[in-house]
């Protein structure tokens, strides 16, 4: 079953479409596109991809453009699931207040439950790196915490003589003392991002253990990935587009009822 599915961000709606856990056809939309009504110009964009496509399935965490972006896609007659809290068929939420729960990282829970076991750590590194606790309860909860953008963003915006990095400065950093302001941020940054991660998942690793939890499969998506140091990048599993065949699984767990 061939299903289009669309993941909106809060700068950029990223869609594909899912076949399985194949993902092809994707592309990039901006969110704001949407804000004022909805957007000719995005149905048009995804009009060529629906060929014996069975349905939509979408997550948000823009809420206040979610009515415009299924009155873009309406005009095509196909079904359209929004994946919330209360339509994640198959996933039980161990959560005190579910509705907080961004709906991207159930997404991302449902693909981990369907394709790769309980229990599970997942990191999805964007704009926030979140981290997301998956066990034979369900989903459990997580961790929120800056990503590289929101570090270098603050580093030169809250100093006089700090410049701005961008990602691909971060990329192949060596040594570990700073010769230069840039290479001392770059330092700073990189392998400060990545000892994060370290500690934040060592201490997500102790609990489950503590708890009698097998060890946990630890998977990551997001483009800052590639940012990490290699021998960290080794202890996780990439899938580049985790959410949007979660939104998928979602889509067909509501079909078969």
Request: hydrophobic share 45%; aromatic share 6%.
């Amino acid at each position: 079953m061939k299903i289009l599915s669309i993941d909106v961000g809060n700068t950029s709606t990223h869609y594909g479409i899912v076949d399985g856990q194949a993902v092809t056809r994707t592309g990039h939309f901006p969110t704001r596109t949407f804000r004022d009504g909805p957007s000719a110009a995005f149905a048009d964009e995804i009009a060529p991809l629906l060929a014996n496509v069975s349905g939509i399935s979408f997550c948000s965490v823009v809420p206040g453009i979610n009515a415009n972006l299924q009155a873009s896609v309406e005009r095509f007659g196909l079904p359209i699931l929004h994946l919330t809290h209360e339509s994640c068929r198959g996933l039980q939420l161990a959560y005190p207040r579910p509705a907080e729960i961004g709906q991207d990282r159930i997404a991302n829970a449902i693909a981990v439950q369907e394709y790769h076991g309980v229990p599970a750590i997942i990191l999805d590194m964007g704009t926030a790196v979140t981290f997301d606790i998956i066990t034979s309860a369900g989903y459990e909860g997580g961790i929120i915490a800056p990503g590289l953008a929101v570090m270098t963003r603050y580093l030169h915006e809250q100093t006089a003589l700090l410049p701005e990095l961008s990602e691909a400065d971060l990329l192949n950093v060596e040594g570990a003392i700073g010769k230069s302001t840039v290479h001392a941020m770059k330092l700073g940054v990189a392998i400060g991002f990545s000892g994060m991660l370290d500690a934040l998942l060592a201490r997500v690793r102790a609990e489950l253990k503590a708890r009698g939890e097998a060890e946990p499969i630890v998977l990551s998506t997001g483009g800052s990935i590639a940012n990490l140091t290699q021998d960290w990048a080794q202890k996780s599993v990439f899938v580049e587009d985790l959410t949007l065949m979660g939104l998928a699984v979602a889509f067909e767990r509501q079909i078969a009822g």
